[in-house]
Nanobody
Framework: QVQVMESGGGSVQAGESLRLTCTASGLTWSKHNWAWFRQAAEKDREAVSCISPSGRLTYYSDFVNGRFTVSVDDATNTVTLQMNNLQPEDTAIYYC?????????????????WGRGTQVTVSA
């Protein structure tokens, strides 16, 4: 049974940081790219960032604007999203996902396995 699990969400003030962590079991880590998506209230789910299983390829959506860093530890099958200078517009449920591709084409249609999500709330 495939399980993708996020942790590390929470509530912070604008300008503060959070680190999200994703682990997965039941699948072959090296055969998947790994992505972070987010979904704010009454909005569509959107890609935030992705990374290849080796970590050599990364992608960030424009709104990240240098504030987030995605990394992978293939020894522990863990993907981390370090989010700095968080702003109220970053408030959303953040999802980790195994994806077929990593790049500008990364979208919900490319996802093979979803985590359940973790809430990130940023207050002004």
């Amino acid at each position: 049974q495939v399980q993708v699990m996020e942790s590390g969400g929470g509530s912070v003030q604008a300008g503060e940081s959070l680190r999200l962590t994703c682990t997965a079991s039941g699948l072959t880590w090296s055969k998947h790219n790994w992505a972070w998506f987010r979904q704010a209230a009454e909005k569509d789910r959107e890609a935030v960032s992705c990374i290849s299983p080796s970590g050599r390829l990364t992608y960030y959506s424009d709104f990240v604007n240098g504030r987030f860093t995605v990394s992978v530890d293939d020894a522990t099958n863990t993907v981390t999203l370090q989010m700095n200078n968080l702003q109220p517009e970053d408030t959303a449920i953040y999802y980790c996902a195994a994806t077929k591709v990593c790049g500008v084409q990364t979208g919900v249609a490319m996802v093979t396995n979803w985590g359940r999500g973790t809430q990130v709330t940023v207050s002004a």
